[in-house]
């Protein structure tokens, strides 16, 4: 059974950046269009990004847009989402997720995903 493996987490001052991955393990990277979500306490995941199957289409949430950047390595078969100027606010666990297999674009609902990862902190101090 495939895994998506999450990792990159941790604590960072506000203003500073972080870089998660997403390794794919038992499936292809490219066989899937990708997303990240985050869920912080007491709130419903939520999402932050998306990419393509051909990387080709990225979608962000408002809240991130212009400090998150989505991107995907098939040959590496990860994909990783860099996190720039973060705020207290980003303080969640995020995951990693994978549409259903040979769709182009999934988009930003997480029902919509088939295949979770198990998460990794992301705390942001003030």
């Known amino acids: 059974q495939g895994q998506l493996i999450e990792s990159g987490g941790g604590l960072v001052q506000a203003g500073g950046s972080l870089r998660l991955s997403c390794a794919a393990s038992?499936?292809?990277?490219?066989?899937?269009?990708m997303g990240w979500f985050r869920q912080a306490p007491g709130k419903e995941r939520e999402f932050a990004a998306h990419?393509?199957?051909?990387?080709?289409?990225?979608n962000y949430a408002d809240s991130v847009k212009g400090r998150f950047t989505i991107s995907r390595d098939n040959a590496k078969n990860t994909a990783y989402l860099q996190m720039n100027s973060l705020k207290p606010e980003d303080t969640a666990v995020y995951y990693c997720?994978?549409?259903?297999?040979?769709?182009?674009?999934?988009?930003?609902?997480?029902?919509?995903?088939?295949?979770w990862g198990q998460g990794t902190q992301v705390t942001v101090s003030s």
């Open positions: 038992g499936r292809t990277l490219s066989d899937f269009a």
């Open positions: 990419i393509s199957r051909s990387g080709d289409i990225r």
């Open positions: 997720a994978a549409g259903p297999r040979y769709r182009d674009y999934v988009g930003g609902t997480p029902d919509q995903y088939n295949y």
